[in-house]
């Protein structure tokens, strides 16, 4: 099993930064990718980013692509969402993901059901 644990969620106006944290336990040794997803109010939950954790490869949604930054501290089991220039519509519950499947391709990172393991979720709300 892998536990998953965000913060660094808050309020933060329009044109500020923030940056997720998820600290990772347990079975670390199985995780192939992690993931960032959001939902927001009344919409599904939707692919934030995601990053290989051996290779550091990453993937983002195209909405995201030039504003926010995934990283990872594999000695730390960590992984962090920078969050850059901030709208009011990235305000929602930002959720940690994990894939333990070594053969989940490059195609399918989007995919919610791709990932097993999830943390609680962090609360963003950008004022404007």
């Known amino acids: 099993q892998v536990q998953l644990v965000e913060s660094g969620g808050g309020l933060v106006q329009a044109g500020g930064s923030l940056r997720l944290s998820c600290a990772a336990s347990?079975?670390?040794?199985?995780?192939?990718?992690m993931a960032w997803f959001r939902q927001a109010p009344g919409k599904e939950r939707m692919f934030v980013a995601a990053?290989?954790?051996?290779?550091?490869?990453?993937y983002y949604a195209d909405s995201m692509k030039g504003r926010f930054t995934i990283s990872r501290d594999n000695a730390k089991n960590m992984v962090y969402l920078q969050m850059n220039r901030l709208k009011p519509e990235d305000t929602a519950v930002y959720y940690c993901?994990?894939?333990?499947?070594?053969?989940?391709?490059?195609?399918?990172?989007?995919?919610?059901?791709?990932?097993?393991?999830w943390g609680q979720g962090t609360q963003v709300t950008v004022s404007s």
């Open positions: 993901a994990a894939d333990s499947e070594a053969t989940t391709g490059q195609d399918m990172v989007e995919l919610m059901h791709v990932y097993d393991y």
């Open positions: 347990g079975r670390t040794f199985s995780i192939y990718r």
């Open positions: 990053i290989t954790v051996s290779s550091g490869a990453t």
